[in-house]
Nanobody, 120 residues
Framework: QVQLVESGGGLVQAGGSLRLSCVAS????????MGWYRQAPGKQRELVAT???????NYADSVKGRFTISGDNAKNTVYLQMNSLKPEDTAVYYC??????????????WGQGTQVTVSS
C-alpha cells in the first residue's frame, strides 16, 4: 500500500560523495518519519539517519558530521547527502517510512535497497 523507491547509489572512491533519494507513494495520509538504514555483508541492518516531520533529525554516531538527511513533505521524499565517504560505509542502503494510510491504518514500509560501494 506504500511503495518506496530509492535511487542514487553507486561506486565512489573514499572521500567522495553520493546523494540518495527515496520517494514514497501509495495511499498515504501522513508520513511521520522517513529514514535510512544500511546493511553490510555479514552484519545486521543498522540505523543511519531519520527525519521526522516537521524537521527533527537523528544520526548514527558513525555518520555524524558527514551525512545529512533532509525531507520534502510536498514530494513525500527524503534525501541522504553522504560526504567524506569511507570504505566502511559500503552497504545496501534501505529507505523506511512510518505513518498513516488514508484508511488510518499504520504502515511501516521498506524500499528494496540501493547499493553503495566505497573503494579505498
Amino acid at each position: 500500500q506504500v511503495q518506496l523507491v530509492e535511487s542514487g547509489g553507486g561506486l565512489v572512491q573514499a572521500g567522495g560523495s553520493l546523494r540518495l533519494s527515496c520517494v514514497a507513494s501509495g495511499s498515504i495520509s501522513r508520513i511521520n518519519t522517513m529514514g535510512w538504514y544500511r546493511q553490510a555483508p555479514g552484519k545486521q541492518r543498522e540505523l543511519v539517519a531519520t527525519f521526522t516531520s516537521p524537521g527533527s533529525t537523528n544520526y548514527a554516531d558513525s555518520v555524524k558530521g558527514r551525512f545529512t538527511i533532509s525531507g520534502d513533505n510536498a514530494k513525500n521524499t527524503v534525501y541522504l547527502q553522504m560526504n567524506s565517504l569511507k570504505p566502511e560505509d559500503t552497504a545496501v542502503y534501505y529507505c523506511n517510512a512510518v505513518g498513516l494510510l488514508r484508511s488510518y491504518a499504520r504502515y511501516d514500509s521498506w524500499g528494496q535497497g540501493t547499493q553503495v560501494t566505497v573503494s579505498s
